[in-house]
């Protein structure tokens, strides 16, 4: 069974920066790297969104109110992905979760981690 363990959240100042990780066990590096990875988040009373997504092939795509702000990699090697965050807002308060859905069976084949929480405020 894929396990993914989100670490990296906390308090954080306006303005400040988080790195996310989510480290992923119980799946084989090489079938690890087939994986889409993405970062969402859920705030007090919202749905859950993105916040930005990478392809096995290392594609990227952003929610319009992190671009330019944040920057989603992964290490297929350690079997990680890192969100990056940058002048973090107090709207980006939220529980941050990390998902691994593989591309063609995404069905049966689609994780969630814990989450972490980030907390922008002063």
């Known amino acids: 069974q894929v396990k993914l363990v989100e670490s990296g959240g906390g308090l954080v100042q306006p303005g400040g920066s988080l790195r996310l990780s989510c480290a992923a066990s119980g799946i084989m590096l090489s079938l690890y790297s087939m994986y889409n990875m993405g970062w969402y988040r859920q705030a007090p009373g919202k749905q859950r969104e993105l916040v930005a997504a990478i392809t096995s092939s290392g594609s990227t795509n952003y929610a319009d109110s992190v671009k330019g702000r944040g920057t989603i990699s992964r290490d297929n090697r350690v079997k990680t992905v890192y969100l990056q965050m940058n002048n973090l807002k107090p709207e980006d308060t939220a529980v941050y979760y990390c998902?691994?859905?593989?591309?063609?069976?995404?069905?049966?084949?689609?994780?969630w981690g814990q989450g972490t929480q980030v907390t922008v405020s002063s």
């Open positions: 998902n691994a859905r593989h591309p063609r069976f995404p069905t049966d084949n689609n994780y």
